[in-house]
């Protein structure tokens, strides 16, 4: 059972560049998002995708953008990238979206993209 | 917003003690709390979770307790072997939104030495 797949694993772009990242998910997971882990901090959450929609976005600005396909498999995007941007982009996969009353289903994350911004 | 804190942030133990991080949450609607160990260049991997309707939650040397009331959840690790040398995460489900989306702890560096 292959578990969250991410690619490319690592890149470097130069600033003012436009990147691609992508993500499978966890066989049998309908629900994808994306976190970025700036180095020796925790994963801060950038959204989550949904029945194809962006379900809810943490505090990142629109240069960030994303798609999830009909498979579940799901794109990030970012514009205009800021030398800041550099980090450890994680992709998580889950079953479903709970809600208020969400009890919890298990989240698997992927190994991540390295993105360098030079 | 929810904010998780968490401590300590370096832990330092002898093979075979016991490890204990602890963490506190904000908002007393989240109701999911994993906790997720992370090798250098390498993704978090999930090694246990604990769900707001359960006090405690054990599986073979991991532990997790959490208590609402205070708004605090701790992982307590047994008989350390040096391949628990890591950096763990505690995360908190964001309250009123889907279930998939955490904040995390800052982190804990756990060295394991023999």
């Known amino acids: 059972d292959a578990g969250v797949t991410q690619s490319p694993t690592h890149l470097i772009k130069t600033r003012g560049q436009q990147v691609t990242l992508r993500c499978s998910p966890k066989?049998?997971?309908?629900?994808v998002s994306w976190y970025q882990q700036a180095l020796g901090q925790g994963p801060q959450f950038i959204f989550q995708y949904y029945e194809e929609e962006e379900r809810q976005r943490g505090n990142f600005p629109d240069r960030f953008s994303g798609h999830q396909f009909p498979n579940y498999s799901s794109e990030l995007n970012v514009n205009a990238l800021l030398l800041g941007d550099s980090a450890l982009y994680l992709c998580a996969s889950s079953v479903g979206t709970g809600g208020m009353y969400w009890t919890g289903n298990t989240i698997y994350f992927g190994e991540g993209s390295w993105l360098t911004v030079v | 917003g929810e904010n998780v804190e968490q401590h300590p942030s370096t832990l330092s133990v002898q093979e075979g003690d016991s490890a204990v991080i602890k963490c506190t949450y904000s908002d007393s609607a989240s109701n999911y709390f994993p906790w997720y160990k992370q090798e250098l260049g390498k993704g978090p991997q999930l090694i246990i979770d604990i769900r707001s309707n359960v006090g405690e939650k054990k599986d073979q040397r991991i532990a997790v307790t959490l208590n609402k009331t205070a708004k605090h959840f701790s992982l307590h690790i047994t008989e350390t072997q040096p391949e628990d040398s890591a950096v763990y995460f505690c995360a908190a489900s964001l309250p009123y939104q889907a279930g998939t989306a955490l904040i995390f702890g800052k982190g804990t560096t756990l060295s394991v030495s023999s």
């Open positions: 066989s049998g997971h309908d629900t």
